[in-house]
């Protein structure tokens, strides 16, 4: 149980108004360490525990810089070299007692710990340690070790923004007015049409020692555990618009996967989307409206939250002048151009691409990067693509040549969003089945249109190329903590 004096006095700590006696001992973090003012009461007796960035020796006294996570910055930990344990060593784990003071070089740091005790909460073998202190390590060269790279300074802040920038996507759409819908990750669709799923069976079956009771079983259903087969989603959405058939706004924000056998920088196996769905919309400004609208707040939430932590991340790991980029995402409107228009550009530069241009072709990566830069780097929405590029459930236009789709291109990546009006005609809807994807599999889906159906529209934003976006991330694998792709699977 939480003491309510204790979290009272906490408060006072922080806000330089308690003074603390020998006998109240306070564990705080790195992060409200930095924030005390010593100069408005005295603390002492304060407990810090964190892992250890850099140490070093001056005199009578050692110098820990240490890190719990909680910030880019490191606390300075002083100590007297008598009371500095042989073991406390760089990447080792450390429990500093002593007090709080103002730094003799403020502009570095504002407080510094003086410490009457350190203690070695877990050891480290530095040598054998593969990232050495006040060393630079390049992406690729971190990349090899996914279990310990969460304790450097770059990944550090990377998780800080991933988590900052979750908790204002859920703030953007609960203020909207939208309902969160924890959509399955078992599914017995291809949402994208495009056969890249992976199957799920019992590992007995993978072994050959599955018993099926063949009497309880249909013949169709006998060899899958669920009686049909089974993959991991490749999105949310056909489960989001069955949630829009009874609330008008619906959201979701989980993990997708994708059987892509693509060893590039740009994909993922495993990746995580935030998609969305609006009912009683016949507009595509109004989907628009609500992608430009959730990726400004949480862009403009990130920079107020985690300033600090991009910079470091942007200033390291890519290029300074991204920071560019980043400002313009967030004060300027995004633009706006047709498909035709898109293709019309390209045409005048068509010697410039590898991949043929006309209309009717799907844009490739060089196209959409082209396009951003065509427009000084600032993301571009495309709309009103041909109907054969999309899939079956994206509104035909009036024209009967092209559909109400938009895809959003940015920076770095190329297209990090797409979306479109729901086709909610009937007899449309079953004539593209007939062409694209078996019917007999979505008989459910063609029923929301049946009863009670509604305009309605939606799209998917990939939260990893949002990241790669804000934070000017080459690689996508950098973009994600654990990353999952073909014969990758560490952890």
């Known amino acids: 149980m939480i003491c309510l004096s204790k979290v009272r006095q906490l408060r006072k700590l922080f806000l330089g108004g308690l003074n603390v006696t020998r006998s109240t001992l306070f564990s705080i973090d790195v992060k409200h360490a930095l924030l005390v003012d010593p100069e408005q009461s005295k603390h002492s007796n304060i407990t810090v525990k964190g892992w250890v960035r850099s140490v070093r020796t001056h005199k009578e006294s050692a110098f820990f810089h240490i890190n719990d996570g909680s910030s880019i910055s490191n606390l300075q930990v002083i100590v ?77 802040a990377l998780m800080r923004i991933r988590s900052a920038a979750t908790r204002a996507i859920h703030e953007y759409f609960q203020r909207e007015g939208f309902c969160l819908v924890h959509t399955p990750i078992l599914t017995s669709n291809d949402c994208e049409g495009a056969g890249e799923v ?63 056998n693509s060893r590039t920088r740009h994909h993922l196996s495993e990746f995580y989307m935030i998609e969305a769905e609006i009912s009683f919309t016949e507009t595509l400004e109004d989907i628009i409206k609500y992608i430009e609208g959730m990726l400004k707040f949480t862009s403009e939430e990130i920079l107020n939250t985690c300033s600090s932590d991009v910079q470091f991340f942007v200033k390291n790991s890519s290029d300074f002048k991204h920071l560019e980029i980043l400002e313009n995402f967030v004060t300027k409107t995004f633009l706006r151009m047709s498909y035709t228009e898109a293709i019309e550009i390209l045409t005048q530069n068509a010697n410039n691409f590898e991949n043929k241009v006309s209309w009717g072709i799907d844009l490739h990566k060089e196209h959409e990067q082209y396009l951003v830069r065509y427009c000084d780097n600032l993301p571009v929405f495309v709309t ?31 297209e990090i969003c797409g979306g479109s009006l729901r086709e909610d005609c009937l007899d449309i809807l079953i004539r593209r089945l007939d062409q694209e994807v078996p019917k007999d599999n979505l008989n459910w889906y063609l029923d929301l249109r049946r009863f009670g159906s509604v305009p309605h529209g939606g799209f998917g934003i990939g939260f990893e190329r949002y990241l790669q976006v804000l934070l000017g991330i080459q690689n996508i694998k950098d973009a994600i903590i654990f990353p999952r792709s073909p014969n990758s699977c560490r952890l």
Do not use: W
């Not at 570095?108 to 630079?136: H, S, W």
């Not at 109907?387 to 938009?406: G, I, Q, R, S, W």
């Open 384 to 414: 009103d693509y041909p109907l054969d590029v999309k899939p079956f459930y994206a509104k035909m236009n009036v024209n009967n040549k092209t559909v109400a789709a938009v895809d959003l291109l940015a920076p770095v990546v190329g």
């Open 80 to 156: 007297p070299l008598t009371k500095v344990p042989r073991n406390a060593t760089f990447g080792s784990c450390i429990e500093a007692v002593g007090s709080l003071v103002t730094s003799l070089l403020p502009l570095q740091q504002p407080v510094e710990l003086m410490a009457d005790k350190v203690t070695v909460i877990g050891e480290c073998n530095f040598r054998d340690y593969p990232f050495k202190a006040k060393k630079k390590h390049s992406l690729d060269y971190i990349r090899q070790y996914p279990h310990l790279r969460l304790r450097t300074l770059t990944f550090g």
């Open 198 to 260: 992976f199957k799920v069976e019992p590992i007995e079956k993978i072994q050959g020692t599955l018993k099926t009771d063949e009497k309880e079983r249909n013949e169709e259903g006998a060899a899958n555990f669920f009686g049909v087969p089974t993959f991991l989603t490749v999105s949310g959405q056909l489960h989001l618009e069955v949630a829009s058939g009874a609330f008008s706004k619906v959201y979701t924000f989980g993990p997708t996967f994708r059987a892509e």
